[in-house]
């Protein structure tokens, strides 16, 4: 294994996981839909989660030249559950139009944190490394693909509510 390669990955995707930890608890505060803010709640205890476990891969990469793949607990597994949940919204709409931009910034930090994982397995050799790195992008695309699910059904029921139908 190229030790100061896989480091660098690994420490900067664990930057990366804080980063959208700390997203996430923030807006969780400050969104008005309660199952975006239940989402976001759930969105930073799985960073969290990744945090340390990508922690753990950087101690074993530091001390013995190795990052061993062990299926983790799947975090989020409830989480995925609940993607395939209807979701419907019948609250005041007018909240709707600011957690909506909200929903899309999320949906693009777990595509970026998604296609990184991605080009980081491609870019490796060692398939320890590569196995790790593409469970990740297992993980974050189930976060981006919760999160689009979630913004294109608040989008299509505000769109509907106010009786207008947009390009996109």
Do not use: C
Not at 4 to 27: H, P, T, V
């Amino acid at each position: 294994m190229n030790e100061k390669k896989a480091l660098g990955i690994l420490e900067y995707a664990l930057s990366k996981e804080l980063e959208g930890m700390q997203f996430y608890e923030s807006k969780a505060n400050t969104v008005k839909i309660q199952q975006v803010k239940e989402t976001f709640k759930e969105l930073s205890n799985m960073e969290k989660d990744h945090a340390d476990y990508i922690s753990s891969l950087i101690k074993d990469v530091k001390s013995h030249d190795y990052a061993h793949f062990s299926q983790p607990t799947d975090i989020g597994q409830s989480f995925s559950k609940r993607a395939t949940q209807e979701i419907a919204y019948q609250g005041d709409f007018t909240v709707v139009k600011s957690d909506i931009p909200v929903l899309r910034m999320a949906y693009l930090i777990e595509e970026d944190f998604m296609n990184f994982y991605s080009k980081a397995a491609e870019s490796v050799e060692d398939e320890e490394l590569k196995k790790i790195l593409n469970h990740l992008a297992e993980w974050e695309k189930e976060h981006r693909d919760r999160i689009y699910t979630l913004y294109q059904k608040l989008s299509k029921d505000y769109w509907e509510h106010m009786d207008v139908e947009p390009l996109y």
